[in-house]
């Protein structure tokens, strides 16, 4: 707690025309808190004086609260009068302003995987490892042992202590060379070598990088776990940079990710939850590695998917030594939507390769699992939601393979659901309790929607007047009591775009193009019939 005892500060907080929603006891009323440079301050005179309106006023909600800042804010007096300093000398009271450090927090993810020196430390056994090597052999029909070492991304001493042992009971050959040394010869099946990949084939087909044990990877979960990211009000205004956003959203926000638990966004479609979210992986920071492949009890898995892991964001030193079945990535983030099933939350076994493909949750891990559209999924809400009870609680899931053993897997990340849905229609108290931070993400004011107007036609190179925006609010607002969305500034300037092209003349905002454009946008609120029914609660 903060409190600022001057004069000029109480001033200052009157003057400023926008001041966040945790500012007040309740709606527009009491105000009594400043932000500075992104640090929230109490002050000390407003809290006096909002203290007497709402005994005048008989408030007994806001007396309450405000009661409870006159009792903080005479202790902290009743201390530093104790040290012997005089009050009235200073400024301010409570907390120190953080440090740029402390505002600004840098995660550094310190884990590195280790090179392993031996069979031994690959956590593999002997006769995974050599089924493995007969798989790359068949495959490529003719490789080199430094290429074997390349393909299996382990160093060539270990799998020259393969390569012996398949030479001794005569399942490979060599059949030229392609340098000097022994890591140059070329190596080919034997009859007897060719019956025994077969015998691996059947197995499982997976002829990638070595896989990395199950342990191995949860250490590494936990060694690059979310929860060690931190989010202050200064860092979070730069990860939001450019985009028009309330402040209590980013007060909402910031707690939410600060957890690494779960988070509800809810609010009326095109209000930018999707977007918030997706902001919300810059505040991740550093950069994390996980294992191609992932080997537990027979079962290979496939960990990283090109289409959801992300390259990383930061620099790196290419000669540093590290284990390289592991693979360098930017915090992940796995977004789902209406497609998502029950089926796609557990091991997707393929029949033909013999190998599985992680589910999304857990490819999430150290990162975020944004459901979209949450309750419009191909499965029941309380279904999807029931199978978060333990993951959620927990902080870890199981899954099962196809022979019926169950593995026990982390569940570390900030997961997120976003709806236009009210949430107690989606479950009751005993699941959305599991659920710790919901918030809504409320319409933009007035004047939070002219400044989209003026980012979004910078964007699209459209000249912005603030007559036109007069105009549209007057015609195409006021009239029918529309409400303002996010998305709105953006779909309409697309739109005139579209239209300025087809009537062959520069897009402006000229009354003629936005007409024309919110005429196609928005829907008449005429209801008509056409003939047809549909049903919506399908």
């Known amino acids: 707690m903060r409190f600022l005892l ?10 400023r025309r926008y001041h966040s929603r945790d500012c007040y006891v309740r709606g527009q009323e009491y105000l009594h808190h400043l932000y500075i440079d992104g640090v929230k301050y109490t002050i000390a005179r407003a809290v006096y004086a909002c203290y007497t309106e709402a005994q005048n006023r008989q408030d007994q909600d806001a007396i309450l609260h405000l009661a409870m800042h006159i009792s903080e804010l005479e202790q902290l007096i009743n201390e530093i009068r104790t040290r012997g300093d005089t009050v009235t000398s200073l400024r301010s009271i409570g907390d120190s302003p953080p440090t740029e450090d402390e ?16 069979l031994e430390e690959t956590g593999l056994n002997r006769t995974f490892l050599t089924e493995h090597f007969l798989r790359i ?54 009859p007897r070598g060719q019956e025994a990949a077969m015998s691996a084939m059947a197995k499982v087909q997976y002829v ?26 200064k860092n979070i205004r730069d990860a939001f940079q450019g985009l028009v956003i309330d402040e209590s959203i980013l007060n909402s926000v910031g707690p939410a990710v600060n957890s690494g638990t779960s988070v509800m966004l809810f609010g009326y479609p095109g209000n930018g939850k999707t977007t918030i979210a997706e ?37 790196w030193d290419d000669t540093t030594e590290y284990d390289r079945r592991w693979v360098r990535i930017s915090r992940p983030v796995v977004i789902v939507g209406g497609e998502l099933t029950l089926d796609q939350l557990n091991l997707i076994y393929n029949e033909t390769s013999k190998l599985y493909e992680a589910p999304f949750q857990m490819k999430a891990n150290c990162g975020i ?54 949430p107690k229609d989606l479950g009751d108290e005993a699941l959305l309790r599991r659920i710790k931070y919901k918030f809504e993400i409320i319409d933009p004011t007035e004047d ?20 036109s925006i007069d105009y549209l609010i007057a015609k195409w607002y006021k009239p029918d009591e529309r409400p303002f969305r996010m998305c709105q500034p953006r779909d309409i300037l697309d739109q005139i775009v579209s239209i300025a092209r087809y009537n062959m003349e520069t897009p402006t905002l000229s009354a003629d193009l936005l007409d024309a454009a919110c005429l196609t946008y928005f829907p008449s609120k005429e209801k008509k019939s056409f003939g047809a029914k549909i049903r919506l609660d399908l």
């Open 103 to 118: 505002a600004r927090p840098q995660l550094n993810n310190s884990f590195l995987p280790p090179e392993p020196q031996n």
């Open 448 to 467: 939070q929607f002219r400044e989209i107007w003026k980012i979004m036609c910078k964007v699209r190179k459209v000249p912005y007047d603030d007559r």
């Open 137 to 190: 052999l068949y495959n490529k029909g003719r490789i080199t042992g430094r290429d074997l070492a390349d393909s299996m991304c382990l160093t060539y001493h270990i799998v020259e202590e393969i390569i012996l042992d398949l030479r001794k009971v005569e399942h490979i050959d060599i059949i030229g060379q392609r340098g000097f040394g022994d890591i140059n010869y070329e190596y080919i099946l034997t």
């Open 6 to 15: 001057d004069q000029r500060s109480y001033e200052e907080m009157q003057a």
């Open 208 to 233: 990638g990088p070595a896989p990395v044990v199950l342990a191995d990877w949860v250490a590494s979960v936990k060694a690059q776990t979310v929860q060690n990211v931190k989010v202050t009000r």
């Open 279 to 315: 902001r919300i992986t810059k505040l991740m920071g550093d950069d994390i590695f996980i294992p191609q492949t992932i080997y537990s009890d027979g079962a290979v898995i496939k960990m990283y998917d090109a289409i959801v892991h992300e390259p990383p964001k930061h620099p």
């Open 369 to 422: 699992f944004l459901i979209d559209d949450f309750g419009r999924q191909q499965v029941r809400v309380f279904d999807l939601l029931n199978r978060w009870i333990v993951p959620l609680e927990k902080r870890y899931d199981f899954l099962n393979t196809v022979t019926g053993q169950k593995i026990q897997i982390p569940f570390d990340q900030l997961i997120m659901f976003s709806t236009n849905l009210d």
